[in-house]
């Protein structure tokens, strides 16, 4: 079945692995993933407590559906390698490797997770967040097969770009697509980057309905209140599953009469649109389920357009 391969990351949030508090909170978030960052959001004075802090977080458990996913520091960094290990054979759904320049650097931490007892099949996630790592993702995204998710570190490729931070993120259009279409080629799940900017609420739902428009499967956050919104956009809406419904229906009764096309609504069906209506179920359905209601109604997190 499609929908057992269908993971909802709509919302993905980080938490910094120093703030206690804020671990313990995640486990009654209605978030689809959480990232435990030991990188940016850690002081390099405060590497060490935020490691132990993860370790007993993620030991203790208590996440139900949520996915865990751990950024550890560069393997260039004193914390890097210690990371790695400690974490290796944690209860995790991922680890997020920062700051991905060439393939080399996925491949050395796989290699360090494998010596260090981690499972054979964890995923592995990377931040695309560098000049070098943008003109590189091809090759990156199709280095190894445990790669799975990509996401995008806008604020230091604008930083490092010297892009201004306008509405349209107009500076940033060329990397973003061009990581998408890495994405898709490869086979991996890409999520959009933060929006700092917590009073900017309309700013922040624009943000998200152009990553969605651009074609990334969610958005990473950097507070609670930023969860609803996300849930909500990047979610199949309640006319894209009705469509999706009609597309399947009218298909299934056009190969039942040998019929390679058909028309739905004024528009020519092919098989690529039924494969796209096919996912689009599946990941409305694992929504419903989560939350209690897989009719693919607004009640299970499947937004109407406006």
């Known amino acids: 079945m499609l929908s057992q391969n269908i993971r909802p990351r709509r919302s993905v949030l980080y938490m910094p692995g120093s703030n ?15 990232i435990f960052d030991l990188e940016d959001a850690v002081a390099p004075e405060a590497k060490v407590q935020a490691r132990q802090g993860v370790i007993a ?3 203790e458990g208590g996440y139900k559906q949520r996915e865990i996913v751990v950024r550890v520091n560069g393997l260039d960094t004193p914390w890097g390698r210690d990371d790695i290990a400690a974490i290796a054979k944690l209860p995790i759904q991922g680890v997020l490797l920062p700051k991905v320049n060439i393939p080399t650097q996925i491949e050395q931490a796989i290699e360090w997770l494998d010596k260090n007892g981690g499972e054979a099949t ?8 560098t000049p070098q790592g943008i003109l590189n993702i091809d090759r990156i995204a199709g280095c190894h097969r445990r790669l799975a998710v990509i996401i995008m570190g806008t604020s230091d490729l604008a930083k490092d770009m010297r892009v201004r931070h306008t509405k349209d993120r107009i500076g940033l259009l060329v990397p973003l697509s061009l990581c998408v279409m890495a994405a898709r080629a490869h086979g991996l799940e890409i999520i959009d980057g933060v929006h700092l900017n917590l009073d900017d609420e309309d700013g922040f739902q624009a943000a998200c309905t152009q990553a969605r428009d651009l074609g990334f499967d969610g958005k ?3 507070h609670p209140k930023q969860i609803e919104v996300a849930n909500q956009i990047f979610a199949p809406s309640a006319v894209e599953v009705k469509q999706a419904r009609e597309i399947l229906g009218a298909w299934e009764e056009a190969q039942k009469q040998g019929k390679g096309v058909v028309v739905v609504n004024g528009r020519l069906v092919e098989n690529l649109h039924v494969e796209e209506a096919k996912r689009l179920l599946a990941l409305a359905g694992v929504i419903g389920e989560r939350n209690g209601n897989g009719n693919g109604t607004k009640e299970n997190g499947v937004h109407h357009d406006n």
């Open 20 to 34: 206690t508090r804020a671990l313990e909170k995640a486990r009654i978030l209605p978030v689809d993933s959480l």
């Open 57 to 59: 977080a993620v030991t």
């Open 122 to 129: 964890l995923p592995i996630w990377m931040m695309a967040e």
């Open 220 to 222: 990473t956050l950097i």
